[in-house]
Nanobody, 115 residues
Framework: QVQLVESGGGLVQPGGSLRLSCAVS????????MAWYRRAPGKEREWVAT???????AYLDVVEGRFTVSRDNTKNTVYLQMNDMRPEDTAVYYC?????????WGQGTQVTVSS
């Protein structure tokens, strides 16, 4: 069974940092396009970052320069390093794997940025 489990969320002050992890099981993560999404309270889910099997990356404009997505294929894990965090980054963050036309989602991890 394909499973994605996010971790690393929590409470952080504005300007602080968090690193999210997405542990993948059931398939080799290197064959998948991995992405991070988030859903803020009262808002639609939005795409945040993507890393391909070739390690090409792309970012939502408001996080570019602050967030970094990476992957460790030997650990079947994808990361989202979040620096200089802002209150508007508060959301539930989700990991997504895409293999051909099949999509798999994690359950999400809560990130709260507040002083």
């Amino acid at each position: 069974q394909v499973q994605l489990v996010e971790s690393g969320g929590g409470l952080v002050q504005p300007g602080g940092s968090l690193r999210l992890s997405c542990a993948v099981s059931g398939f080799g993560a290197r064959i998948a396009i991995m992405a991070w999404y988030r859903r803020a309270p009262g808002k639609e889910r939005e795409w945040v970052a993507t890393i391909t099997s070739e390690r090409t990356t792309a970012y939502l404009d408001v996080v570019e320069g602050r967030f970094t997505v990476s992957r460790d294929n030997t650990k079947n894990t994808v990361y989202l390093q979040m620096n200089d965090m802002r209150p508007e980054d508060t959301a539930v963050y989700y990991c997504k794997a895409t293999i051909f036309r099949d999509e798999y989602w994690g359950q999400g991890t809560q990130v709260t940025v507040s002083s």
